[in-house]
C-alpha cells in the first residue's frame, strides 16, 4: 500500500564523510520527487527536487540521484555535517493525477563529530 | 514572509472530547493539505483541497474526522469523539497548486488523547 519506501530507519555518518539515503517507489506514473529535512518539533522543509526527465540535480552538497527503471531515488550529501542530522522524507508526485504527494517513513540521519 | 501557521502547538485532551485544530495557508497558495505523521506509515496525507474546495479526502480514517475549508486564509480539521489511537503529530502545509512546486508545512500539532 505505501508507494513510496525508505527501508532505513536511521543511518550514522562521520562528520565529512558522504551520506547516502535512499528511496524506492512502486508507481510508474510518479514523474517528479522531492526531498524534505525535519528537525524536531518543526515542520518539514522542502531541500531539493528533480522531474523524471533528469537523472541528477545538484544543489551544493546535495545531490539527488533518480534510476526510474529502477524505480529508486538516492540523496547524497558530501560533506555531511552535524547541522545535517535530522529526519529526511523522500516524496513523489504524479502531475496527471492531481498534486498530491506521497511520502516515505523517513530515514533518521545522525551526523557525528 | 509568514509561513503556515498552525494551532495549538500542543493539545492534551481526554477521550472523547472534541478537537479542533487549525491551519492559516500561506498568502497566495491555492492548495492546503492535512498530514498526520505517524511512525508506521511517516507523513500520511489525510485530505487536501484546492481553492477552498476538497479534492481528495480518501486519506481520512474515519468519520470522526471532518475537514472544512471556509476560505483562503483558514482550515479546519475536527475529531469528534476523540480516541487514543488518534494521538500523533498533525501537519497542515499549503502551495502554489501546481503539481511540481514544494508544499511549504507548519509546524504540526502534537495531539495527545488520553
Known amino acids: 500500500d505505501q508507494q513510496v519506501k525508505q527501508n532505513s530507519p536511521s543511518l550514522s555518518v562521520q562528520e565529512g564523510r558522504i551520506s547516502i539515503l535512499n528511496c524506492d517507489y512502486t508507481?510508474?506514473?510518479?514523474?517528479?520527487f522531492l526531498w524534505y529535512k525535519k528537525y524536531p518539533a518543526e515542520g518539514p522543509t522542502f531541500l531539493i527536487s528533480i522531474s523524471s526527465i533528469k537523472d541528477k540535480n545538484e544543489d551544493g552538497r546535495f545531490t539527488v540521484f533518480l534510476n526510474k527503471s529502477a524505480k529508486h531515488l538516492s540523496l547524497h550529501i558530501v560533506p555531511s555535517q552535524p547541522g545535517d542530522s535530522a529526519v529526511y522524507f523522500c516524496?513523489?508526485?504524479?502531475?496527471?493525477?492531481?498534486?498530491?504527494?506521497?511520502f516515505g517513513t523517513g530515514t533518521s540521519l545522525t551526523v557525528i563529530p | 514572509d509568514a509561513g503556515v501557521i498552525q494551532s495549538p502547538r500542543h493539545e492534551v485532551t481526554e477521550m472523547g472530547q472534541e478537537v479542533t485544530l487549525r491551519c492559516k495557508p500561506i498568502s497566495g497558495h491555492n492548495s492546503l493539505f492535512w498530514y498526520r505523521q505517524t511512525m508506521m506509515r511517516g507523513l500520511e496525507l489525510l485530505i487536501y483541497f484546492n481553492n477552498n474546495v476538497p479534492i481528495d479526502d480518501s486519506g481520512m480514517p474515519e468519520d470522526r474526522f471532518s475537514a472544512k475549508m471556509p476560505n483562503a486564509s483558514f482550515s479546519t480539521l475536527k475529531i469528534q469523539p476523540s480516541e487514543p489511537r488518534d494521538s500523533a503529530v498533525y501537519f497542515c502545509a499549503s502551495s502554489l497548486g501546481i503539481p511540481t512546486t514544494p508544499q511549504h508545512f507548519g509546524d504540526g500539532t502534537r495531539l495527545s488523547i488520553l
Open positions: 508507481n510508474s506514473m510518479f514523474d517528479y
Open positions: 516524496a513523489a508526485t504524479d502531475p496527471s493525477g492531481g498534486n498530491q504527494f506521497y
